[in-house]
């Protein structure tokens, strides 16, 4: 099975805008991420698979994932979303794909839905998205 979580990591890990923010701080977090799990530095990127499926008739695995920018303040985690929406949608205001992620994954398609500004419980200033995409199930499987 394709690790789509290290494919997203790598789609944002080759992308200047995302870096600029955050550097290398991408991290995959793990179905059920437990209650009074520290919150990550300002400035970072968690992305959860929350549910997915392979289509019977084609090889397509579509998954989708929460994904929670992190920041010093509601504004720097805006600007980290923009960033995200950025490398996900085309300035032409097209979805991206398809596209070869890090010469492995073939990412079909994607989706970011708006939005979501708030504050953890941590007092750490959060945005959210949901973020959806299409992987041909058939490419980057093997290790």
Same mark, same amino acid.
């Given at each position: 099975? !394709?690790?789509?979580?290290?494919? !997203?990591?790598? *789609? ?5 805008? @995302? ?12 179905? =059920? ?11 970072? @990127?968690?992305?959860? *698979?929350?549910?997915?499926?392979? *289509? ?19 504004? /720097? ?8 929406? /950025?490398?996900? @949608? /085309? ?9 070869? !992620?890090?010469?492995? %994954? ?17 007092? %750490? ?10 992987? /041909?199930?058939?490419? =980057?499987?093997?290790?």
């Amino acid at each position: 099975m !394709i690790d789509t979580i290290a494919a !997203i990591r790598s *789609a944002f890990l080759a992308d200047a805008g @995302i870096t600029a923010l955050v550097g290398t701080r991408i991290y995959g977090a793990p179905p =059920g991420l437990p209650e009074g799990q520290p919150s990550p530095p300002p400035a970072s @990127i968690v992305i959860q *698979a929350v549910g997915g499926d392979v *289509a019977a008739s084609d090889p397509t695995l579509q998954q989708r994932y929460y994904v929670r920018c992190y920041g010093a303040t509601g504004q /720097d985690t805006m600007a980290l979303y923009r960033a995200l929406y /950025d490398s996900v @949608i /085309d300035t032409d205001g097209r979805l991206r794909g398809p596209r070869l !992620i890090s010469g492995r %994954w073939l990412l079909k398609s994607a989706t970011l839905t708006a939005p979501a500004t708030d504050e953890e419980p941590q007092g %750490w200033p959060i945005t959210t998205t949901t973020l959806t995409t299409r992987f /041909d199930a058939l490419r =980057g499987a093997a290790g």
